[in-house]
């Protein structure tokens, strides 16, 4: 039974237009969630993260926003890069519970084209 | 600096053999953690170290699997009797202190292949 769901395994886009990914989960008690982007070969590397007594948090070119009646968040790269070319994780935590331990998705692979 | 290391990058083994997979944490990190990405999935928790607490194993999937971390520092995953469903991206992280206030570091992983 998947609690972090990401429904979309690869995703394109052109250089400079935004790249928006999207994640879902089920498991009403998370409270904190987390993107990592993994380039192939290496470990994932921490991009953004969001507590669920926020609805939006910015850093950069990266935005990630939080919908908790709809058990959804989305991260958004505006303008996207090649380099951000990558596997995007989303991860979630119920720190009541586990203040350390992390559900993943399975990931979305972002193409930025040139 | 140094990050997260692991070691072997990669590791070809028969099937019913034992492997040891090997993590050193940055230095100074408190917090270390073992995860599992099989091929098409994501990452899976295995297990969580904190200082000299006992560690969270909720996430081996049986008793074939075993860690430890010596001196607070360095971690070993021992699979025993190794299966074809073995086959993973092992992933080691680590982190300054515990809770998710410090976002967890990874190592490059181990890809573990059971022919």
């Known amino acids: 039974d998947q609690q972090v769901k990401q429904n979309s395994p690869s995703l394109s886009v052109q250089e400079g237009r935004i790249s928006i990914l999207n994640c879902d989960y089920t498991?009403?008690?998370?409270?904190?969630f987390l993107w990592y982007k993994k380039y192939p070969a290496e470990g994932p590397t921490f991009l953004i993260s969001?507590?669920?007594?926020?609805d939006k948090n910015e850093d950069g070119r990266f935005t990630v926003f939080l919908n908790k009646s709809a058990k959804h968040l989305s991260l958004h790269i505006v303008p996207s890069q090649p380099g951000d070319s990558a596997v995007y994780f989303c991860?979630?935590?119920?720190?009541?519970?586990?203040?350390?331990?992390?559900?993943f998705g399975k990931g979305t692979l972002l193409t930025v084209n040139p | 600096g140094a990050g997260v290391s692991q070691s072997p990058s990669n590791k070809v083994t028969e099937k019913g053999k034992d492997v040891e997979l090997r993590c050193d944490p940055i230095?100074?990190?408190?917090?270390l953690y073992w995860y599992r990405q099989s091929l098409g999935q994501g990452l899976e928790f295995l297990i969580y170290f904190q200082g000299n607490s006992a560690p969270d194993k909720s996430g081996l999937p049986s008793d074939r699997f075993s860690a430890e971390r010596t001196g607070g520092s360095v971690s070993t995953l021992t699979i025993q009797r190794t299966q074809q469903e073995d086959s993973a991206v092992y992933l080691c992280a680590s982190s300054p202190s515990p809770g998710l206030s410090q976002p967890q570091h990874f190592g490059d992983g181990t890809r573990l292949s059971i022919l």
């Open positions: 969001i507590s669920s007594i926020k």
């Open positions: 498991n009403s008690m998370f409270d904190y």
């Open positions: 230095s100074g990190h408190t917090a």
């Open positions: 991860a979630a935590s119920d720190r009541g519970g586990s203040n350390y331990k992390l559900t």
